[in-house]
Each structure stands twice: as C-alpha cells, then as structure tokens.
C-alpha cells in the first residue's frame, strides 16, 4: 500500500520542506522498515533477558551498552549532542 496521494510534502522551499524531503527519502528507503522491525524486536528481547536475574547480572554491561544504542535508533535527540532547548513559543 502507497501513502502518495495521502501524504503531502510541501513543495515551497525551505530547510523544512528540505528536511520533509529528507525524511520522505529515508522512510521510503526499502531497508527503514526492516530496520525498524528488526530494532524493535531485538529491543523486545532484551526486555526480556533482563527478567532472568543471572543472565541480567553477568551480562549487565553488554545488556545496557546494547540498550542505549537502541534508545538512540528510536529517538537520536537523546544521544545526539544539542543546543540550550527549545521553549515552546520558539518557532522554526
């Protein structure tokens, strides 16, 4: 199923219009949504090793390295570095 008709990417430039377009390109991309499956689900299994104490505890540094990395494959603005933030009345 093709969302083209459905989503709308402003056509105006700009570094929004740019970065929608960047954005479109990657989601688009047939490697994103194997990737992202593929995160999620190695992200679901580390949830559940860390139920089994022993295994948790002998593999505590690996298990948190490999946690990490994962929060920044769903959300980059947590290990990326930034600037001060951003208060809502500020616009882009």
Known sequence: MSLESTVAVPEAGGRRSEAARRARLLTDAPWFSTAAVTAIGVNAVLLGAETYAGFADRWAAQM?????????????????????????????
């Open 64 to 92: 948190t390295a490999l946690e990490h990395l994962l929060l920044g494959v769903f959300n980059p603005s947590t290990t990326a570095p930034s600037a001060a933030p951003r208060s809502p009345s500020s616009s882009s």
